[in-house]
């Protein structure tokens, strides 16, 4: 019996992140928690007030998104007009994050999104995502964006990651004829 070519034993899989590791199980106890807070609010105040107000968080992120969206509509419009660029970190991102978790069902979320659409909390969120988006830049190698094109490697079935590019040659007369049908007449 003649087996295929010789592997290495060394092929361990690759190692997942912490983030993919735990994400769906952070994201599973949160569903839960959420439902259980609704239940809770539901018994102890009626179903009618937690139907109400799931109806206020959807209308109230919706508001925000909007505002949210309108401010970022009309800072484009002044850089444009100015001929700069729009102004960095004018915080409709999270003005949006919030709207979107109030938009979301459940008491959880719906507390995070107020506290996102608070003005003290807003800025001090967008001053720690400022300092940390700059401290990983700041470790990743110069030129590189770190491992941020991991993923877009190309994988052998072996394991073996191969990095390069394909570079094709499709011009008539290069050796092969032109293989794009002709045009309807």
Known sequence: MTTGAPTSSS???????????????????????????LTLVAGAAGGLTVFLL?????VAGSVAIKRAGRRAFQSLNEALQRGGSPERGGGNGLMMLGGLLL???????????LLLLL??????VSRWT??????????AAPGSLGNVFQ????HRPDGKVVQGEVIRDD???????????????
């Open 171 to 185: 011009r008539p007369g290069s050796g092969e004829q032109d293989r794009r049908p002709p045009l309807a007449r």
């Open 11 to 37: 092929t361990a899989p690759a190692r997942r992140s912490r983030l993919r590791r735990y994400l769906p199980l952070g994201l599973a106890a949160w569903l839960v928690l959420e439902i259980w807070l």
């Open 130 to 139: 400022e300092s940390a988006l700059e401290r990983r830049l700041r470790r």
């Open 119 to 124: 003005p003290p909390v807003h800025k001090a």
């Open 54 to 58: 799931l109806v206020a968080g959807v």
């Open 103 to 113: 938009i979301i069902p459940g008491m959880i979320s719906d507390v995070m999104g």
């Open 151 to 154: 993923q877009a490697r190309i």
